[in-house]
């Protein structure tokens, strides 16, 4: 139905949403840099970006679009600008503390803590589950009686 | 110019007529016997060294005071505190009785996981007659008797002695206090370990 409705509105919902475009701030799913955020600077060909994420130690360089994740944050500076100014527009935007707001990076967060869990901890966790458990299925028998008792 | 040598040969005055006074002799002489074998033969037995002899070792992920989890035993699944390695190599470990029915016990170290879980045990003495004389199983072998008459050994059933109980309450004594000071630490070794569905033990970190 998603692709009907482009067909028909083209201005009202859009297939895509985020764009390749120069100061896209991309996420980097695999390889060396895994894990960091970039800055698309300029694009190269139809697979590479120049990429630059002097906020996040990557060092300008090539990057195929492969392996990059674009996230909804866009910085301002012309094309091929030059480190300097790709740092200071990241820090205008404040990219690093919006990024670790949004509900990605929680989640990449969370399954880095989960997979770090030791015997212990998982122990922790089970009991912790359990009480929380506990306390909301009393709350729901409450609901449910005093529900019952009105009907 | 030649180099100084010590001297090679000596002159000997040799006596009887007509001899020419003196000999040669040689100071180094040439060996009078050669072995057939450049190398002596090695016994059969070389290199294999009896098992009080054989060298214990022990993995970096155990140390005094880890928690282990047991693997085989009617224990299997349990979680232990690890408390010293014996002379044999395996492993003293203890419930504690109190928590978990497992008393001071041995295991072995292949069958056991290591967990990163460490409790402070320098403070606790373990006593020095707790080795592997003491934890061996008894058998009582004299059938002076027919083969016939004596089929169920003598000791069959294991029975506690006096002696076992108070090591054991020396010892749990000194580790519970620390155990509880850990929160949570006791309902953990109380509890047991299982795999279920989506667990793989080689993604696990313990």
Redesign the interface.
Known sequence: TTLFRSFCSRTATMVFKRYVQIGRVAYISFGPHAGKLVAIVDVIDQNRALVDGPCSGVKRQAMPFKCMQLTDFVLKFPHSARQKCVRKAWEKENVNDKWALTRWAKKIDAKDKKSKMTDFDRYRVMKAKKMRNKIIKHEMKKLQKESSKKA | TTLFRSPATVSKPVGGDKNGGTRMVKLRKMPRYYPTEDVPRKLLSHGKKPFCQHRRKLRPSITPGT?L?LLNGRHRGKRVVFLKQLASGLLLATGPLVLNRIPLRRAHQKFVIA???KIDISTVKIPKHLNDSYFKKKKLRKPKHQEGEIFDTEKEKYELTEQRKEDQKMVDSQLLPLIKKEP??R??LR?T?SLSNGVYPH????
Do not use: A, D, P
């Open positions: 928690v989890i967990t990163s879980t949570q630490l309902g953990y509890s370990f993604k696990l970190v313990f």
